[in-house]
Antibody, heavy 116, light 107 residues
């Protein structure tokens, strides 16, 4: 069974940093491209970042470019999102999602709240 | 960036009735269109990919159709567990944009 488990969310002050993790199991992690998607409270889904299997190709949404960094460790079956210079607009549930062209499996999400 | 527009924003339907959800792309995405269901407090779940192919375990009452810029998700006979928010997403080009969602609520 495919499992994606996010962690690392929490309360952070504006301008602060946070690192999210996504632990993958039940499939060959190194063979799949991965993404982060977020959802602000009461809002829709927003794609945030993409990373290819070998991390050779990375894309970011314009809203996070220059502040967020996606990475992966295939040996540890883990995906990461380093988030810097956080603002109130980054408050959201962050999901990791496996990509099979479309996003076929999602984690349960981790909540990031940016507030003073 | 391809803009995905869903309509209506909210759909009020009685159990057992049919629901028809629309999704329009600002430019052609071919058949690279997925539908997701999200229940309150849960992660999204893939329903349909390739505009019309069921994901694993999805019941046949969910039917996707369309290509190019116009897509439809039809739920033939709404069950209690189908009341949720539905999102379309194009994966033809980056960024892989989502529609704003259609909430299907009990009438």
């Amino acid at each position: 069974e495919v499992q994606l488990v996010e962690s690392g969310g929490g309360l952070v002050q504006p301008g602060g940093s946070l690192r999210l993790s996504c632990a993958a199991s039940g499939f060959t992690f190194s063979s799949y491209e991965m993404n982060w998607v977020r959802q602000a409270p009461g809002k829709g889904l927003e794609w945030v970042a993409y990373i290819s299997t070998s991390a050779s190709t990375i894309y970011y949404a314009d809203s996070v470019k220059g502040r967020f960094t996606i990475s992966r460790d295939n040996a540890k079956n883990s995906l990461y999102l380093q988030m810097n210079n956080l603002g109130a607009e980054d408050t959201a549930v962050y999901y990791c999602a496996r990509k099979e062209y479309y996003f076929d499996n999602w984690g349960q999400g981790t909540l990031v709240t940016v507030s003073s | 960036e391809i803009v995905m527009t869903q309509s209506p924003a909210t759909l009020s339907v009685s159990p057992g009735e049919r629901a028809t959800l629309s999704c329009r792309a600002s430019q052609s995405v071919g058949s690279n269109l997925a539908w997701y269901q999200q229940k309150s407090g849960q992660a999204p779940r893939l329903l349909i990919y390739g505009a019309s192919t069921w994901a694993t375990g999805i019941p046949a009452r969910f039917r996707g159709s369309g290509s190019g810029t116009e897509f439809t998700l039809t739920i033939s006979s709404l069950q209690s567990e189908d009341f949720a928010v539905y999102y379309c997403q194009q994966y033809n080009d980056w960024p892989h944009t989502f529609g704003q969602g259609t909430k299907v609520e009990i009438k």
